[in-house]
């Protein structure tokens, strides 16, 4: 992409380099994700956090808190963590490999990730309030 804003090619049809950048950025955002998902589990957890109530919940036993959001952060991590389109390199015509297939991919990924990884520090960030 030239500053003006025009996609140019520049004859550098091999995605997959671009595909492991993204993938080890996908990995580092993913680390991200995990810490901010363990801090609000530790967070809801009666055992670790410091005499607050269980799952930050306003009524123990009838009110769930946060354990919910807690349980789908950490979804969100498992899912971001088993991602890695760089590896998934599929034969196809003439059992070529689809290198640039494989860098959308990972440019995919990598934005749909990042749309996770907020709502994974949106519930860090309740559970921290």
Do not use: C
């Not at 996609?7 to 550098?12: A, D, K, P, V, Y």
């Amino acid at each position: 992409m030239t500053s003006d804003g025009r996609i140019e090619s520049n004859g550098n049809f091999h995605g997959a380099p671009v595909a492991a950048v993204l993938d080890f950025l996908a990995i580092s955002v993913a680390d991200v994700a995990s810490v901010a998902e363990r801090r609000t589990d530790r967070a809801l957890d009666p055992a670790r956090n410091h005499g607050l109530p269980p799952f930050l919940a306003d009524e123990v036993g009838v009110d769930s808190g946060l354990m919910i959001a807690q349980y789908a952060a950490a979804g969100i991590v498992a899912y971001e963590l088993s991602h890695d389109p760089a590896q998934a390199q599929v034969p196809i015509v003439e059992r070529l490999r689809a290198a640039l297939a494989i860098a959308e991919a990972a440019v995919d990924d990598g934005r749909a990730l990042a749309k996770l990884d907020a709502w994974v520090a949106a519930s860090k960030e309740l559970a921290a309030v």
